[in-house]
């Protein structure tokens, strides 16, 4: 399986007595695009962080282009991270913002990739206003920007549409759309499914800290809708 | 890059940061002015009592002051889960407890600068370059504040409690720094420069370097979850 960007194997995350991951077994392709569903609780984000070496596994492992990102800074410099909470700083402006990442993944042409990932969001303009004064679309976009500035090939994206208008929901799922074609990998964790359809390529349920439900995806927004209620528990 | 290098990124980010808000600075000062200001008038300090409980106040005021601080130093990376983002950076993680700690050691040093001369006024001390020594017994004492101190509060910044357990995990561990500095002040203060004097310097450099460096190996176990 050389052509896996992801592999976990019997992963389990325990919290104290609380069981929020129980041996997950998944294999992620190169330029796959998956969903990942279930119901609150259901361990989506908790599976996340371990992806992104923000967390470890209790047992079982994580490995990332075959390399524990726990350990290997070059695992983790091949991730890109855009959740609900922008992970970004209020008291610095927008250009701040992203050329204090540019300098913590050393890219070399930092001045340069922080202008064109602000060009790419639409924030030239605001690139020396502080994020206090930032809208929540502009904080996401901004956010996205964040996420890509050093060209990830791996992108975790977690509740991403958390607060955005529909304008703001197109923009971002243009620019997913457009990561998508680049041959990006995306695991992506969101309740709006009718977003998600247009993109996901794989469909994988998570219940209880398991995997109760994987699939190649090809349907409709509404097809999606009723795969996932059964497990949403959510009305058909 | 370097690992020096995602420590000065980190030291400058929460340097700017703080210079534009003075989250911090502002409670610290304020508290620790006060200290001096309430033990100035409840002991009509001056003479002999310079030297009895004028070191013992001045570190009372910049511990409880740098616990203020400490508690903060991790607000901006709660407030929209930006750790996650510095836990995902390429690199060692000891940058990251590095580059913190250095900020709460430069916010530190600044609080005791504008404290000593308001000390001075206050307990009724001559200035002098016998002073100079007591910035080295400040920055030592600083760097053991910092190191423990920074250490504790990534630990407890992601917990409910975190304003409370801070001083109760700091304080107990911070104490033999801390009777090194109120010695070595007193010392000072006396204008006593003996070998009693170096040896709580060396106390206080040793002391700096084993937490800095055992910090640095146990950061990313203490920011996990």
């Known amino acids: 399986m050389a052509d896996d960007d992801i592999v976990i194997e019997g992963a389990s995350k325990h919290f104290a007595s609380f069981v929020a991951l129980r041996s997950i077994e998944l294999r992620i392709g190169r330029g796959q695009f998956v969903l990942l569903a279930g119901a609150n609780g259901a361990g989506k984000s908790t599976l996340l962080r371990l992806l992104a070496g923000i967390s470890r596994p209790s047992s079982g492992r994580v490995l990332i282009a075959g390399q524990d990102p726990q350990r290997y800074a070059e695992a983790r410099a091949s991730i890109g991270l855009l959740s609900h909470h922008t992970l970004l700083y209020d008291d610095l402006s927008a250009n701040e913002n992203l050329t204090f990442f540019a300098r913590l993944y050393a890219l070399p042409d930092a001045a340069q990739r922080v202008e064109e990932a602000l060009e790419q969001v639409g924030l030239t303009e605001q690139r020396h206003r502080r994020l206090r004064g930032f809208s929540r679309g502009m904080r996401q976009r901004l956010a996205l920007a964040r996420a890509t500035l050093h060209r990830p090939t791996i992108l975790l994206l977690d509740e991403p549409f958390t607060g955005l208008d529909q304008l703001a929901c197109d923009a971002l799922n243009e620019r997913l759309r457009t990561l998508k074609t680049a041959d990006c990998t995306c695991v992506m964790v969101t309740h709006r499914l009718q977003e998600a359809a247009e993109l996901a390529d794989r469909l994988v349920v998570l219940g209880k800290g398991r995997i109760c439900h994987d699939e190649a995806w090809s349907g409709s927004p509404q097809a999606l809708i009723d795969t996932c209620a059964p497990f949403l528990g959510a009305p058909r | ?225």
């Open chain 2, 1 to 225: 890059m370097s690992f020096w290098q995602r420590t000065l990124a980190i030291l400058r980010k929460d340097l700017i940061a703080e210079w534009r808000t003075k989250e911090r600075l502002s409670p610290m000062a304020f508290f620790s002015l006060l200290v001096l200001l309430v033990f100035n008038f409840s002991f009509e300090l001056g003479g002999a009592a310079l030297h009895e409980i004028g070191p013992g106040v001045l570190w009372s005021a910049f511990v409880f002051a740098s616990l203020l601080g400490l508690s903060r130093s991790f607000a901006d990376e709660r407030e929209n889960h930006s750790l996650d983002a510095l836990l995902m950076a390429p690199g060692d993680r000891g940058a990251i407890y590095l580059g913190k700690m250095l900020g709460n050691l430069v916010s530190l040093l600044f609080i005791e600068v504008i404290c000593l001369p308001f000390f001075a006024l206050f307990f009724n001390l001559s200035p002098g370059f016998f002073l100079l020594p007591l910035l080295g017994v400040f920055v030592l004492g600083s760097a053991c504040l910092s190191a423990a101190g920074t250490l504790f509060a990534a630990m407890s910044s992601t917990m409910r409690l975190r304003e409370l357990l801070l001083p109760l995990l700091l304080l107990p561990m911070i104490l033999p720094a801390l009777i090194s500095c109120v010695e070595a002040t007193g010392l000072v203060l006396s204008n006593r420069f003996d070998a009693n004097l170096f040896s709580h310097l060396k106390m206080l450099a040793v002391y700096a370097i084993v937490f800095v460096s055992l910090s640095l190996m146990l950061f990313e176990y203490a920011v996990e979850e």
